[in-house]
C-alpha cells in the first residue's frame, strides 16, 4: 500500500520483453536503493511492482501480462522518467491518501494551463469511472497523489504546486501523454457494500 508522495524519480536504464511479460531495470540514487530489499513492493508510475534484484544502483522489476495491457508500462522506453514510491510502514505518516497500486483506467491529458505558480492538467477517463470522483476528491495519476479541482463528463482538472511539479513527471508531460489512473478506493467499497445481495 502506498501514499501517492513521490519519494523519487527514477530512469529506465533498459527494457525487454520476456516469456510472461516484460523487465525493466531503473536507476535510482543510493539514498533510494539503500531503502529497498529484494521482494519489496514499489509504485512504478502507480503500478505496484517487485524488486526482485538490486545491482549497484539499479533494481529490476517483473512485469506481468496483465499489468502491461492495463497500465502504461508497457509504453516505458529506456532514458525515461517514472515516478517511484516505496510501500508504507505502520509508521508511516500517510500524506497523500490510501493508494493500492492497482489501476483501474489509462486516462490522457487533453490540455494543460499554465497559471502564475502553478499548472492545471485536464485529464480524460471513461464514463462508467465517473460515480469514484467528487469535488475536491482523491485520485492518484501516474502514482501521484492528487485533489479533484473540476469534474466533468469525460475528464476532470487538477492543479499542481510547484514542488509537485519539480518532483514528479508532471513537468515533462505533455498533450497527448497517457497517465495511470487509480480511483479511491473507499468509494469503491462502499459501493460494493451497497449493492444488494444476490442469493443463490
Same mark, same amino acid.
Given at each position: 500500500?502506498?501514499?501517492?508522495?513521490?519519494?523519487? !524519480? =527514477?530512469?529506465?536504464?533498459?527494457?525487454?520483453?520476456?516469456?510472461?511479460?516484460?523487465?525493466?531495470?531503473?536507476?535510482?540514487?543510493?539514498?533510494?536503493?539503500?531503502?529497498?530489499?529484494? =521482494?519489496?513492493?514499489?509504485?512504478?508510475?502507480?503500478?505496484?511492482?517487485?524488486?526482485?534484484?538490486?545491482?549497484?544502483?539499479?533494481?529490476?522489476?517483473?512485469?506481468?501480462?496483465?499489468?502491461? !495491457?492495463? +497500465?502504461?508500462?508497457?509504453?516505458?522506453?529506456?532514458?525515461?522518467?517514472?515516478?517511484? %514510491?516505496?510501500?508504507? +510502514?505502520?509508521?508511516?505518516?500517510?500524506?497523500?491518501?490510501?493508494?493500492?497500486?492497482?489501476?483501474?483506467?489509462?486516462?490522457?491529458?487533453?490540455?494543460?494551463?499554465?497559471?502564475?505558480?502553478?499548472?492545471?492538467?485536464?485529464?480524460?477517463?471513461?464514463?462508467?469511472?465517473?460515480?469514484?470522483?467528487?469535488?475536491?476528491?482523491?485520485?492518484?495519476?501516474? =502514482?501521484?497523489?492528487?485533489?479533484?479541482?473540476?469534474?466533468?463528463?469525460?475528464?476532470? !482538472?487538477?492543479?499542481?504546486?510547484?514542488?509537485?511539479?519539480?518532483?514528479?513527471?508532471?513537468?515533462?508531460? !505533455?498533450? =497527448?501523454?497517457?497517465?495511470?489512473? %487509480?480511483?479511491?478506493?473507499?468509494?469503491?467499497?462502499?459501493?460494493?457494500?451497497?449493492?444488494?445481495?444476490?442469493?443463490?
Amino acid at each position: 500500500m502506498f501514499t501517492g508522495l513521490i519519494e523519487e !524519480k =527514477g530512469k529506465i536504464i533498459s527494457s525487454k520483453i520476456t516469456p510472461t511479460g516484460k523487465q525493466i531495470i531503473i536507476a535510482a540514487s543510493s539514498q533510494f536503493i539503500e531503502k529497498i530489499k529484494i =521482494g519489496d513492493s514499489i509504485a512504478i508510475n502507480g503500478v505496484c511492482q517487485t524488486a526482485i534484484k538490486i545491482e549497484g544502483n539499479n533494481f529490476y522489476t517483473d512485469i506481468m501480462q496483465e499489468s502491461l !495491457k492495463k +497500465t502504461t508500462l508497457n509504453n516505458l522506453l529506456p532514458k525515461q522518467n517514472v515516478n517511484m %514510491e516505496l510501500a508504507i +510502514t505502520l509508521n508511516t505518516r500517510l500524506g497523500g491518501h490510501i493508494v493500492q497500486g492497482h489501476i483501474d483506467a489509462i486516462g490522457q491529458i487533453i490540455q494543460i494551463v499554465n497559471a502564475y505558480s502553478y499548472k492545471e492538467f485536464y485529464i480524460s477517463y471513461q464514463l462508467e469511472y465517473k460515480k469514484y470522483l467528487v469535488p475536491t476528491g482523491a485520485i492518484t495519476v501516474d =502514482g501521484v497523489s492528487l485533489t479533484t479541482a473540476e469534474i466533468f463528463d469525460r475528464n476532470f !482538472k487538477v492543479a499542481l504546486i510547484p514542488h509537485t511539479l519539480n518532483n514528479t513527471l508532471f513537468l515533462e508531460y !505533455k498533450v =497527448g501523454d497517457k497517465v495511470n489512473l %487509480e480511483f479511491d478506493i473507499i468509494g469503491k467499497y462502499i459501493e460494493q457494500m451497497l449493492k444488494p445481495n444476490k442469493k443463490n
